[in-house]
């Protein structure tokens, strides 16, 4: 059948969508493929030496990244599912959609920080962007410890009632 994609960046979120995409891969015996795509944001002015601080910044994104792919693939070797790692730069949520839809793959599975809705609309969601673009079926894994928003709310509200 189709592969499997693990969109990663080493986050907390990340770890837990990379467990959820192996345990997948290896009940439905598919092959796993992880992208990390590298994105280093670019200040709007230039300054004295501005690049080789972007340089530096380039590199070290890149030497994330490379740990990042290396310990998801390491995670799938253990578990016996064929993994590829596939490392890109652009911009993410584009970058992601392009792969998955060019390997043709049935699933895409990521991290999501849980960030309310203010954050969400200051630094913006891959994981929404990429629901909403995806050609396939979008699984979104959130930190088992992260309470939404609402629940929190909730739950204060409900203890402040008794």
């Not at 992880?34 to 994105?39: A, P, Q, R, S």
């Not at 969601?125 to 929190?152: G, I, N, Q, Y």
Request: a negative charge; hydrophobic letters at 45%.
């Amino acid at each position: 059948m189709n592969p499997i994609l693990l969109a990663t960046d080493g986050s907390p979120a990340a770890l837990e969508a990379t467990h959820e995409a192996i345990r997948l891969a290896d009940a439905l015996d598919e092959r796993l493929i992880v992208v990390g795509v590298e994105h280093v944001t670019i200040p709007a002015y230039g300054y004295y030496g501005y690049g080789l601080v972007y340089s530096e910044m380039l590199a070290a994104e890149h030497a994330h990244m490379q740990r990042v792919l290396a310990d998801a693939a390491h995670l799938a070797e253990d578990a016996g599912v064929s993994c590829e790692t596939v490392d890109l730069t652009g911009q993410i949520d584009d970058r992601i959609c392009e792969l998955a839809e060019k390997r043709d793959v049935q699933l895409i599975v990521l991290g999501s920080h849980g960030w309310n809705a203010v954050r969400r609309f200051v630094f913006g969601s891959v994981s929404t962007s990429v629901m909403h673009r995806a050609h396939c079926p979008v699984l979104v894994v959130r930190e088992p410890d992260r309470a939404s928003d609402f629940e929190r709310e909730r739950v204060h509200a409900d203890a402040a009632a008794i």
